[in-house]
């Protein structure tokens, strides 16, 4: 089974953070850039990051590139998404995705995870 799973996830006043794991099953990631998207309640589904396949790039959305840090170790086929200075307008399910080779626009993944659900609340 080719699978992502995603964790972390869960509620948090704002200011707070959050540290999203995502793990590979059936396949290996080295091989693949690695994004993380979010779909907030009612909107479409927005990309925020992507990390090249040895780690030396990283992209950022503008609208959360000073509070989000996108991270991987291929030795435990994983990814991470730190999320610093929550607010609530980051609230969202957040998924991971692979994507062969390189990070480059659009939306046509190889593989997506099911999500993990962040809640930004007082």
């Known amino acids: 089974q080719l699978r992502l799973k995603e964790s972390g996830g869960g509620e948090v006043q704002p200011g707070g953070s959050l540290r999203l794991s995502c793990v590979a099953s059936?396949?290996?990631?080295?091989?693949?850039?690695m994004h993380w998207w979010r779909q907030a309640p009612g909107k479409e589904r927005e990309g925020v990051s992507c990390?090249?396949?040895?780690?030396?790039?990283?992209n950022y959305a503008d609208s959360v590139k000073d509070r989000l840090t996108i991270s991987r170790d291929n030795t435990k086929n994983t990814v991470y998404l730190q999320i610093d200075s929550l607010k609530p307008e980051d609230t969202a399910t957040y998924y991971c995705?692979?994507?062969?080779?390189?990070?480059?626009?659009?939306?046509?993944?190889?593989?997506w995870g099911k999500g993990t659900l962040v809640t930004v609340s007082s």
């Open positions: 995705a692979a994507q062969q080779r390189n990070c480059r626009g659009g939306d046509s993944m190889d593989y």
């Open positions: 990390i090249s396949t040895n780690g030396a790039i990283t």
């Open positions: 059936g396949f290996i990631l080295d091989g693949y850039a």
